[in-house]
């Protein structure tokens, strides 16, 4: 756990966060990075400076930090699944925002493996525009790390789509059959080398969830 000067520093990155300050935000954020010694915590506060880069349209930066948090071996639940599939999808973000449909696809089809063993087990997900419902309820609502998720989690949220209302009134079965499908054509159009399209039929599948 954050000592008491560390947590103070990881404080003022979250209140820069809800002011909408993402400069001083990643400067606190990054100050806990040098303070602290404990991997864990860093490696997921390089998820939030991931977040916030992506969020700035700083690509390269924001790539670096997601690269971080995905390459680190941990049987932490909150690393090894939750903050890793957060980092594939803001690596593809990135990587669509930047013009990389391949290196796109490649993570948001590994972001969409990690979400739908989860939806299975727990018929909910931890994507980065549900994580606060996601941990309502559980041990991770009183977890310091969520804090500044779920505040820059708020700056992702999707445009109003017309899945939002379908996956509300189909079911599950049918729900998933769709994410099949879609993930299907979006292969198919990845082995004929079209890469732009195929992303479109993932991130379209992505909305189902």
Known sequence: MLDSENWLVYKKGVKSIQEND???AYFHFSEF??????????IFTHLICGLIKCKKDEFNLANENFSKVISYKSTDFILNRIA???????????NYKSGDFKESYDDILKALNLIKSEHDYLNKNFK??????YIINTPFCNDIRFHSLVEISKYF????????DFRKVITNERK???ILELQSQGSLRFKDGDCENALKYLRRAWKYY
């Open 22 to 24: 993402f400069e001083k």
């Open 33 to 42: 990075i040098n303070l602290s010694d404990n991997k864990d915590e860093i």
């Open 84 to 94: 890793k599939c957060i980092a594939f999808y803001g690596r593809s973000e990135s």
């Open 128 to 133: 980065l525009q549900n994580i606060e419902k």
């Open 157 to 164: 949220k999707p445009r109003y789509d017309l899945i939002d």
């Open 176 to 178: 998933n059959l769709i």
